[in-house]
């Protein structure tokens, strides 16, 4: 699975940009079941995100694990590459992360 960072964090600044506008409106009866699918659909998206990240931690482990028990189907550069995917990949979920809590932390400071 590839994770495609500045997608991510394109959708992630459009969702801001769509909270500020409705924040300056009241919500309507209809805008509050809408807000309950979208964050519905939020949640199914990151835990889609976050279940990836740990196949390519755990499928980097798989491969770790037959290179050091000497299976020669796998080599070094292999055994490297997945790691150095599953970092990366990691960092990002962390970076994402960061900017969740700090958009939350925005909102909650808004006067309501």
Excluded: C, H, W
């Excluded at 949640?43 to 491969?63: C, F, H, P, R």
């Excluded at 700090?102 to 006067?111: C, G, R």
């Amino acid at each position: 699975m590839d994770i495609k960072g500045n997608s991510l964090y394109q959708e992630m600044q459009a969702m801001i940009g769509q909270t500020r506008l409705q924040s300056t409106e009241m919500p309507q009866p209809q805008q509050i079941q809408e807000a309950g699918s979208s964050a519905s659909e939020f949640s199914t998206m990151l835990k889609g995100a976050l279940e990836g990240v740990n196949d390519m931690q755990m499928q980097s482990k798989d491969l770790q694990r037959a290179f050091e028990m000497g299976d020669q189907s796998v080599s070094l550069a292999d055994v490297m590459v997945s790691k150095e995917k599953a970092g990366i990949a990691f960092e990002a979920t962390v970076q994402v992360r960061n900017k969740v809590l700090e958009a939350y932390k925005q909102v909650m400071n808004m006067p309501v």
